[in-house]
Protein backbone atom coordinates (compact mmCIF):
# COMPACT_ATOMS: atom_id res chain seq x y z
CA UNK A 1 0.00 0.00 0.00
CA UNK A 2 0.47 3.75 -0.49
CA UNK A 3 -0.67 5.96 2.04
CA UNK A 4 -1.29 9.87 1.46
CA UNK A 5 -2.00 10.89 5.22
CA UNK A 6 -2.08 14.28 5.37
CA UNK A 7 -3.52 17.49 2.68
CA UNK A 8 0.01 18.10 2.06
CA UNK A 9 0.68 14.47 0.79
CA UNK A 10 1.01 14.26 -3.11
CA UNK A 11 1.87 11.37 -5.45
CA UNK A 12 3.61 12.80 -8.82
CA UNK A 13 5.26 11.20 -11.84
CA UNK A 14 8.06 13.23 -13.73
CA UNK A 15 8.49 12.59 -17.00
CA UNK A 16 11.92 13.45 -18.60
CA UNK A 17 10.79 13.22 -22.65
CA UNK A 18 7.91 14.56 -24.73
CA UNK A 19 5.90 11.35 -24.99
CA UNK A 20 2.16 10.32 -24.25
CA UNK A 21 2.55 8.83 -20.75
CA UNK A 22 -1.36 7.61 -19.80
CA UNK A 23 -2.11 7.33 -15.98
CA UNK A 24 -4.63 5.85 -14.18
CA UNK A 25 -4.84 5.02 -10.20
CA UNK A 26 -7.24 3.69 -7.84
CA UNK A 27 -7.32 4.61 -4.37
CA UNK A 28 -9.50 4.19 -0.76
CA UNK A 29 -10.25 6.88 1.73
CA UNK A 30 -10.90 6.47 5.33
CA UNK A 31 -12.61 9.48 6.89
CA UNK A 32 -12.79 8.48 10.47
CA UNK A 33 -13.95 5.02 9.42
CA UNK A 34 -16.30 5.88 6.47
CA UNK A 35 -14.69 4.15 3.65
CA UNK A 36 -14.49 6.15 0.03
CA UNK A 37 -13.41 4.22 -2.77
CA UNK A 38 -11.79 6.79 -5.23
CA UNK A 39 -9.71 6.76 -8.73
CA UNK A 40 -8.11 9.19 -11.65
CA UNK A 41 -7.18 9.26 -14.96
CA UNK A 42 -4.49 11.71 -15.43
CA UNK A 43 -4.81 13.57 -19.11
CA UNK A 44 -2.15 12.14 -21.54
CA UNK A 45 1.70 13.52 -20.71
CA UNK A 46 3.02 14.90 -23.49
CA UNK A 47 5.98 16.73 -22.45
CA UNK A 48 9.12 16.64 -19.84
CA UNK A 49 7.18 17.76 -16.62
CA UNK A 50 5.94 17.25 -13.04
CA UNK A 51 2.32 16.19 -12.51
CA UNK A 52 -0.01 14.84 -9.81
CA UNK A 53 -1.64 11.56 -10.23
CA UNK A 54 -3.09 11.21 -6.90
CA UNK A 55 -4.04 14.31 -5.13
CA UNK A 56 -3.96 14.73 -1.60
CA UNK A 57 -6.53 13.93 0.98
CA UNK A 58 -8.93 15.99 2.77
CA UNK A 59 -8.54 17.10 6.23
CA UNK A 60 -9.16 14.28 8.91
CA UNK A 61 -8.67 11.20 5.98
CA UNK A 62 -5.99 8.88 4.69
CA UNK A 63 -5.98 7.91 1.16
CA UNK A 64 -4.42 4.24 0.91
CA UNK A 65 -3.54 4.63 -3.38
CA UNK A 66 -4.26 0.57 -4.29
CA UNK A 67 -3.18 0.46 -7.80
CA UNK A 68 -1.23 2.91 -10.31
CA UNK A 69 -0.94 2.00 -14.30
CA UNK A 70 1.59 4.51 -16.24
CA UNK A 71 1.33 3.07 -19.98
CA UNK A 72 3.62 4.79 -22.89
CA UNK A 73 1.17 5.29 -25.43
CA UNK A 74 3.77 6.70 -27.93
CA UNK A 75 4.02 5.26 -31.05
CA UNK A 76 8.56 5.61 -31.19
CA UNK A 77 9.45 7.96 -28.45
CA UNK A 78 10.63 6.41 -24.56
CA UNK A 79 10.42 7.96 -21.37
CA UNK A 80 12.13 7.93 -18.02
CA UNK A 81 9.52 8.00 -15.55
CA UNK A 82 10.12 9.32 -11.66
CA UNK A 83 7.41 8.42 -9.31
CA UNK A 84 7.77 10.46 -5.95
CA UNK A 85 5.98 10.70 -2.92
CA UNK A 86 5.88 14.07 -1.32
CA UNK A 87 4.45 15.35 2.22
CA UNK A 88 4.54 19.21 1.22
CA UNK A 89 8.54 19.53 2.15
CA UNK A 90 10.11 16.29 1.68
CA UNK A 91 10.40 15.06 -1.54
CA UNK A 92 10.87 11.28 -1.94
CA UNK A 93 11.21 8.73 -5.02
CA UNK A 94 9.78 5.50 -4.96
CA UNK A 95 10.91 4.11 -8.06
CA UNK A 96 12.00 5.18 -11.34
CA UNK A 97 11.67 3.16 -14.96
CA UNK A 98 12.24 4.41 -18.43
CA UNK A 99 9.17 3.00 -20.89
CA UNK A 100 9.89 2.33 -24.56
CA UNK A 101 6.82 2.61 -26.49
CA UNK A 102 3.84 0.61 -25.63
CA UNK A 103 5.12 -0.40 -22.40
CA UNK A 104 3.56 -0.14 -19.00
CA UNK A 105 4.79 -0.08 -15.24
CA UNK A 106 2.02 -0.96 -12.81
CA UNK A 107 1.98 -1.18 -8.63
CA UNK A 108 -0.36 -3.15 -6.86
CA UNK A 109 -2.35 -3.31 -3.43
CA UNK A 110 1.12 -5.48 -2.49
CA UNK A 111 3.27 -2.60 -2.96
CA UNK A 112 5.22 -4.13 -6.04
CA UNK A 113 6.20 -3.02 -9.07
CA UNK A 114 6.14 -4.67 -12.45
CA UNK A 115 7.36 -3.37 -15.71
CA UNK A 116 6.01 -5.15 -18.65
CA UNK A 117 6.51 -4.64 -22.51
CA UNK A 118 4.54 -3.97 -25.50
CA UNK A 119 3.23 -7.07 -25.21
CA UNK A 120 1.87 -7.25 -21.97
CA UNK A 121 4.82 -9.85 -21.03
CA UNK A 122 5.97 -9.24 -17.47
CA UNK A 123 9.33 -7.22 -18.48
CA UNK A 124 11.71 -6.78 -15.02
CA UNK A 125 10.11 -8.11 -11.82
CA UNK A 126 11.68 -6.77 -8.46
CA UNK A 127 15.22 -9.01 -8.02
CA UNK A 128 15.94 -10.87 -11.01
CA UNK A 129 19.26 -11.00 -12.03
CA UNK A 130 20.32 -9.88 -15.94
CA UNK A 131 23.17 -11.50 -17.22
CA UNK A 132 24.90 -12.21 -20.26
CA UNK A 133 28.13 -14.78 -21.42
CA UNK A 134 30.11 -15.69 -24.07
CA UNK A 135 30.00 -18.59 -26.00
CA UNK A 136 33.44 -18.79 -28.23
CA UNK A 137 36.70 -17.95 -27.50
CA UNK A 138 38.06 -14.63 -27.87
CA UNK A 139 41.54 -14.28 -29.70
CA UNK A 140 44.68 -14.35 -30.06
CA UNK A 141 44.82 -10.29 -29.70
CA UNK A 142 43.65 -7.88 -27.67
CA UNK A 143 46.99 -5.84 -28.41
CA UNK A 144 44.36 -2.62 -29.08
CA UNK A 145 41.59 -1.78 -26.89
CA UNK A 146 38.91 -4.45 -27.75
CA UNK A 147 35.39 -4.82 -26.28
CA UNK A 148 34.87 -8.36 -24.66
CA UNK A 149 31.69 -9.97 -25.56
CA UNK A 150 29.67 -11.50 -23.26
CA UNK A 151 30.05 -8.30 -21.24
CA UNK A 152 27.51 -6.26 -22.46
CA UNK A 153 24.04 -5.82 -20.99
CA UNK A 154 21.32 -3.30 -21.14
CA UNK A 155 19.79 -1.91 -17.92
CA UNK A 156 16.17 -3.29 -18.01
CA UNK A 157 15.11 -0.14 -16.07
CA UNK A 158 17.52 3.19 -15.27
CA UNK A 159 20.17 1.85 -12.56
CA UNK A 160 19.23 3.47 -9.44
CA UNK A 161 21.69 3.68 -6.22
CA UNK A 162 23.02 0.47 -5.30
CA UNK A 163 22.75 -1.70 -8.97
CA UNK A 164 25.57 -3.62 -9.55
CA UNK A 165 27.67 -4.95 -12.42
CA UNK A 166 29.89 -7.74 -12.26
CA UNK A 167 31.70 -9.12 -15.10
CA UNK A 168 34.74 -12.24 -14.84
CA UNK A 169 36.55 -13.43 -17.50
CA UNK A 170 39.23 -16.29 -18.03
CA UNK A 171 42.05 -15.00 -20.29
CA UNK A 172 45.73 -16.76 -20.88
CA UNK A 173 48.80 -14.77 -22.49
CA UNK A 174 51.43 -15.73 -24.48
CA UNK A 175 55.22 -14.24 -23.88
CA UNK A 176 54.79 -11.16 -26.53
CA UNK A 177 53.88 -8.59 -24.81
CA UNK A 178 54.78 -6.79 -21.43
CA UNK A 179 52.55 -3.50 -21.72
CA UNK A 180 50.18 -2.34 -18.29
CA UNK A 181 47.03 -4.12 -19.29
CA UNK A 182 44.12 -1.87 -18.78
CA UNK A 183 40.58 -2.75 -18.46
CA UNK A 184 37.51 -0.29 -18.58
CA UNK A 185 33.80 -0.67 -17.46
CA UNK A 186 31.97 1.43 -20.72
CA UNK A 187 28.74 2.72 -20.58
CA UNK A 188 26.59 3.50 -23.31
CA UNK A 189 24.21 1.98 -25.62
CA UNK A 190 26.37 0.69 -28.36
CA UNK A 191 27.89 -1.97 -26.43
CA UNK A 192 31.14 -1.03 -28.01
CA UNK A 193 34.64 0.80 -27.13
CA UNK A 194 32.13 4.25 -28.64
CA UNK A 195 30.63 3.95 -24.85
CA UNK A 196 32.32 6.10 -22.80
CA UNK A 197 34.97 4.77 -20.11
CA UNK A 198 33.53 5.57 -16.64
CA UNK A 199 35.54 3.08 -14.46
CA UNK A 200 39.34 2.38 -16.19
CA UNK A 201 41.51 -0.18 -13.94
CA UNK A 202 45.56 -0.15 -14.99
CA UNK A 203 47.66 -2.64 -13.83
CA UNK A 204 51.21 -3.21 -13.74
CA UNK A 205 53.60 -3.89 -16.54
CA UNK A 206 53.89 -7.34 -17.58
CA UNK A 207 56.46 -9.70 -18.18
CA UNK A 208 57.55 -11.95 -20.90
CA UNK A 209 55.81 -14.94 -19.40
CA UNK A 210 52.93 -17.32 -20.44
CA UNK A 211 49.89 -16.98 -18.07
CA UNK A 212 46.54 -17.57 -17.04
CA UNK A 213 44.64 -15.73 -14.96
CA UNK A 214 40.93 -14.75 -14.25
CA UNK A 215 39.90 -10.79 -14.21
CA UNK A 216 36.96 -9.98 -11.83
CA UNK A 217 35.17 -6.56 -11.97
CA UNK A 218 32.85 -4.89 -9.89
CA UNK A 219 30.83 -1.66 -10.22
CA UNK A 220 27.95 -0.02 -7.79
CA UNK A 221 26.27 3.18 -8.54
CA UNK A 222 26.61 5.26 -5.60
CA UNK A 223 24.37 7.67 -7.16
CA UNK A 224 21.95 8.36 -10.10
CA UNK A 225 20.55 11.18 -12.04
CA UNK A 226 20.52 13.07 -15.26
CA UNK A 227 23.59 15.56 -15.97
CA UNK A 228 26.53 14.46 -13.91
CA UNK A 229 24.75 12.96 -10.89
CA UNK A 230 25.41 9.68 -11.63
CA UNK A 231 28.92 7.97 -10.11
CA UNK A 232 30.25 4.40 -10.47
CA UNK A 233 32.35 3.19 -7.46
CA UNK A 234 34.87 -0.06 -9.43
CA UNK A 235 37.00 -2.39 -8.74
CA UNK A 236 39.14 -4.76 -10.36
CA UNK A 237 40.91 -8.20 -9.22
CA UNK A 238 43.57 -10.16 -10.81
CA UNK A 239 44.41 -13.70 -10.29
CA UNK A 240 47.69 -14.92 -11.98
CA UNK A 241 50.99 -15.72 -10.94
CA UNK A 242 51.99 -13.63 -8.12
CA UNK A 243 54.87 -11.88 -9.67
CA UNK A 244 55.37 -12.89 -13.33
CA UNK A 245 52.62 -13.13 -16.55
CA UNK A 246 50.02 -9.99 -17.05
CA UNK A 247 51.49 -8.23 -13.85
CA UNK A 248 54.31 -8.27 -11.80
CA UNK A 249 52.83 -6.23 -9.03
CA UNK A 250 49.25 -4.59 -8.77
CA UNK A 251 46.94 -7.60 -8.42
CA UNK A 252 43.63 -5.38 -7.66
CA UNK A 253 42.69 -1.68 -8.69
CA UNK A 254 39.72 0.12 -7.22
CA UNK A 255 39.01 3.52 -8.92
CA UNK A 256 35.66 6.24 -8.64
CA UNK A 257 33.82 7.49 -12.09
CA UNK A 258 33.22 11.28 -12.74
CA UNK A 259 29.89 12.25 -13.03
CA UNK A 260 27.47 10.82 -15.47
CA UNK A 261 23.69 10.68 -16.79
CA UNK A 262 22.37 7.16 -16.06
CA UNK A 263 19.09 8.32 -17.66
CA UNK A 264 19.70 7.87 -21.06
CA UNK A 265 17.20 5.77 -22.61
CA UNK A 266 18.43 2.32 -23.42
CA UNK A 267 21.62 2.51 -21.37
CA UNK A 268 23.75 -0.51 -20.94
CA UNK A 269 26.79 -1.50 -19.52
CA UNK A 270 30.22 -3.84 -20.30
CA UNK A 271 33.63 -4.43 -20.59
CA UNK A 272 36.58 -3.50 -22.85
CA UNK A 273 40.06 -4.87 -22.32
CA UNK A 274 43.31 -3.28 -23.57
CA UNK A 275 46.20 -6.32 -23.41
CA UNK A 276 48.79 -3.11 -25.10
CA UNK A 277 51.18 -3.60 -27.61
CA UNK A 278 52.12 -7.31 -28.95
CA UNK A 279 50.04 -8.44 -26.16
CA UNK A 280 48.73 -12.23 -27.75
CA UNK A 281 45.50 -12.92 -25.40
CA UNK A 282 42.63 -15.57 -25.45
CA UNK A 283 39.84 -15.24 -23.52
CA UNK A 284 38.28 -18.55 -23.33
CA UNK A 285 35.09 -17.28 -20.87
CA UNK A 286 33.10 -14.28 -19.94
CA UNK A 287 30.00 -13.84 -17.34
CA UNK A 288 28.78 -10.67 -16.85
CA UNK A 289 25.72 -9.81 -14.56
CA UNK A 290 23.55 -6.93 -13.18
CA UNK A 291 21.89 -7.29 -9.85
CA UNK A 292 19.60 -4.82 -8.13
CA UNK A 293 18.44 -3.20 -11.33
CA UNK A 294 14.55 -2.90 -11.32
Known sequence: MLLLTSTSDLVQVITDAASDIEVHASWVDNASGTIT?????????TSATTTI?????????????????????HASVSCL?????????????????TLTAGEALIFNENGTWTHYDNNGIQKSP????????????????FAADTYLTGSFIPFPVAPKVGTKYKCRFSVSKTGAGTATPIVQVRVGTAGSTGDASRCSFT?????????????????????????????????????????????????????????????????G?????????????????????????A
Open 81 to 97: LRIVHTDGTTTEELIHA
Open 37 to 45: PGRTNTASI
Open 203 to 267: FSAGTAAADVGVFEIYAVFRTVGSGTNAVLQGWCNLRSQPTTGFSSLLKAVQTTSGGFDSTVAAL
Open 53 to 73: IVASPGATTQRNVKYLNFHNN
Open 269 to 293: IGVSVNGGTSAAWTVQLVTSEIENA
Open 126 to 141: VGHTFFNFSVAAQGPG
